[in-house]
């Protein structure tokens, strides 16, 4: 089992930046990958963004409203935690954002491919 704190949401104007923390804990040791995703009222779970647990890889969503260039996924091992850095924040980034751990094989942008979920935090961001 691993349990998934996030922290870090709030309500900000357009162009602020947030930084979102997930704290992990339990079986970390077998976990594949973090994974960022956001859900928006109305709309389907997307990915945001992922990174392998052990060897630092990275990968971000490559849609029409793209986070790639503006936000910045990392991990702190030590601390057993992931952060993702929001830079020049959109009103179209208003969203819950979920933290999840894959322990699985699988694509990094998929949640099929991630097996724990945090309780979400929320992102306003207001124009």
């Known amino acids: 089992q691993v349990q998934l704190v996030e922290s870090g949401g709030g309500l900000v104007q357009a162009g602020d930046s947030l930084r979102l923390s997930c704290a992990a804990s339990?079986?970390?040791?077998?976990?594949?990958?973090m994974g960022w995703f956001r859900q928006a009222p109305g709309k389907e779970r997307e990915f945001v963004a992922a990174?392998?647990?052990?060897?630092?890889?990275?990968?971000?969503?490559d849609y029409a409203e793209s986070v790639k260039g503006r936000f910045t996924i990392s991990r702190d091992n030590a601390k057993n935690t992931v952060y993702l850095q929001m830079n020049s924040l959109k009103p179209e980034d208003t969203a819950v954002y979920y933290c999840?751990?894959?322990?699985?094989?699988?694509?990094?942008?998929?949640?099929?491919?991630?097996?724990?979920w945090g309780q979400g935090t929320q992102v306003t961001v207001s124009s």
């Open positions: 999840a751990a894959g322990m699985v094989v699988g694509r990094m942008e998929v949640s099929s491919s991630y097996n724990y």
């Open positions: 990174i392998s647990w052990s060897g630092g890889n990275t990968y971000y969503a």
């Open positions: 339990g079986r970390t040791i077998s976990t594949r990958r």
